[in-house]
């Protein structure tokens, strides 16, 4: 168990709907990350949230938004879905945005868009 | 931009044997993180070991050891005495180091089978 929580574990919708997707880091990580992997795309970075600030951005399409609560859990948004959009999800935490720090995943939210 | 690649896309080995899974990885950074990441089945991201740029010597996790070369930057991944529970895609990972974004750059992955 890595500690980092992610709900749900599995979604299905249809396109053009929208879904939030959510993410409890590890206690005391301060940091989160979004990843995105799919079969053609592989894993791919998102979005990193570090103590409520957006702290660098990857390839997230404008479709897609995502923040970060005082509370520290994370909150990706995903609207005007797409059948692409289909994939796995993963969150991750780390301690800060110190060096060395080992990113730690969350189980993944499946993502079906029917 | 940096990348990571692995060109083996499936691999398998016999149970008790060893296996090294290959990575290399494009960079201008002097100093930057290293990572092995397993993804059994169960579809969870697992950290096997990591390697800092500027440590020359390689890192070892019990059956799990990395010979990192830093020069031809190649980071390859070495399974001793190999279990039926090593079964797993495995991702290669980079991370910039000092001033930089920490997020991980991943290779396509290499699917190993340890067979009875």
């Known amino acids: 168990d890595s500690g980092v929580t992610q709900t749900p574990k599995h979604l299905i919708t249809a396109t053009g709907q929208r879904v939030t997707l959510r993410c409890s880091p590890r206690?005391?990580?301060?940091?989160v990350y979004w990843y995105q992997q799919s079969l053609d795309q592989g894993l791919q970075f998102l979005i990193q949230y570090y103590n409520g600030e957006e702290r660098a951005k990857g390839n997230i399409l404008e479709r897609f938004s995502a923040q970060q609560f005082p509370d520290l859990h994370s909150e990706l948004n995903l609207s005007s879905l797409e059948l692409g959009d289909s994939a796995l999800y993963f969150c991750a935490s780390s301690v800060d945005m110190g060096l060395n720090q080992p990113q730690h995943f969350g189980d993944g939210t499946r993502l079906s868009i029917l | 931009a940096q990348t990571v690649t692995q060109s083996q896309p499936e691999m398998s080995v016999q149970e008790a044997e060893t296996v090294t899974l290959s990575c290399t990885y494009d960079?201008?950074?002097?100093?930057?993180?290293l990572f092995w990441y397993k993804q059994p089945p169960s579809r969870q991201m697992i950290l096997v070991i990591r390697q800092e740029a500027y440590k020359q010597q390689n890192a070892t996790e019990n059956r799990f050891s990395v010979n990192f070369q830093k020069a031809a930057k190649s980071f390859s991944l070495k399974i001793s005495d190999s279990q039926l529970g090593d079964t797993a895609m495995y991702f290669c990972?980079?991370?910039?180091?000092?001033?930089?974004?920490?997020?991980?750059?991943f290779g396509k992955g290499t699917k190993l089978t340890v067979n009875p």
């Open positions: 960079t201008s950074e002097s100093n930057y993180y």
């Open positions: 206690s005391g990580d301060l940091s």
């Open positions: 990972a980079f991370m910039k180091g000092q001033g930089g974004s920490e997020k991980l750059v």
